[in-house]
Structure formats: C-alpha cells, structure tokens
Nanobody, 120 residues
Framework: VQLQASGGGLVQAGGSLRLSCTAS????????MGWYRQFPGKQRELVAS???????MYADSVKGRFTISRDNAKKAVHLQMNSLKPEDTAVYYC???????????????WGQGTQVTVSS
C-alpha cells in the first residue's frame, strides 16, 4: 500500500492550500483517514481526521479554517486549508487505517510528507 500526498508549498499568511492524498495497493477497505503535521523537534500531531462515513474531527488550532474531506471511490483524502498562519508551517503527513485484501484488522499507513510554509 502506498499513500501519495501532494499540494504543499509556500503561501502568504491568509492564503489557502489544498492537500491531497491517494491510496493505492491491495486494499480491501479504508477506515479512518487523516492529516497530521510535525513541527521541527516536535512529535507528529493530529490536524484532522475523517471516518469512512464522513464524521470529521479537527484540532482546536485549525477549527473553522481547515476542512477535511474524502472520496471513498478514489481512496483519497483532502485537506482544504484557508486563512493560513505562519504557525501552520510544518510537514504534513496523510494517514490511512487500511484493511488489506485477505485481512480483517486495519493497520496504519503514512504518506511521504509534504512541506507547508506560510510566510508572514
């Protein structure tokens, strides 16, 4: 299974970016999908998650600014980031809890990380 992330980049404060992540491989189903971010020297933290039926959860710091969505048919998850702040600067990772073909339990898979830089 591979998670391919895209959409990071450099943007001015107040701007927007959209991150996308697509899963591929011998996938039976995908449970939760999410986006995490990691600041230099810090542990990875959850930004937003979405269940297979569309229930979402957000970190307090991004509520009202970020929107997570998914396309189950395309095995994709997106993160629309609006009103970006310099403190949103981090490496963003997508995550998926994937059930492989022939398996019952899900396991975690991670994308390669994409840099988001917000200038002041």
């Amino acid at each position: 299974v591979q998670l391919q992330a895209s959409g990071g980049g450099l943007v001015q404060a107040g701007g927007s970016l959209r991150l996308s992540c697509t899963a591929s491989g011998t996938i039976r189903s995908i449970n939760d999908m999410g986006w995490y971010r990691q600041f230099p020297g810090k542990q990875r933290e959850l930004v937003a998650s979405i269940t297979s039926d569309g229930t979402t959860m957000y970190a307090d710091s991004v509520k009202g600014r970020f929107t997570i969505s998914r396309d189950n048919a395309k095995k994709a998850v997106h993160l629309q980031m609006n009103s970006l702040k310099p403190e949103d600067t981090a490496v963003y990772y997508c995550n998926a809890k994937v059930v492989l073909v022939g398996w019952v339990r899900a396991r975690d898979y991670w994308g390669q990380g994409t840099q988001v830089t917000v200038s002041s």
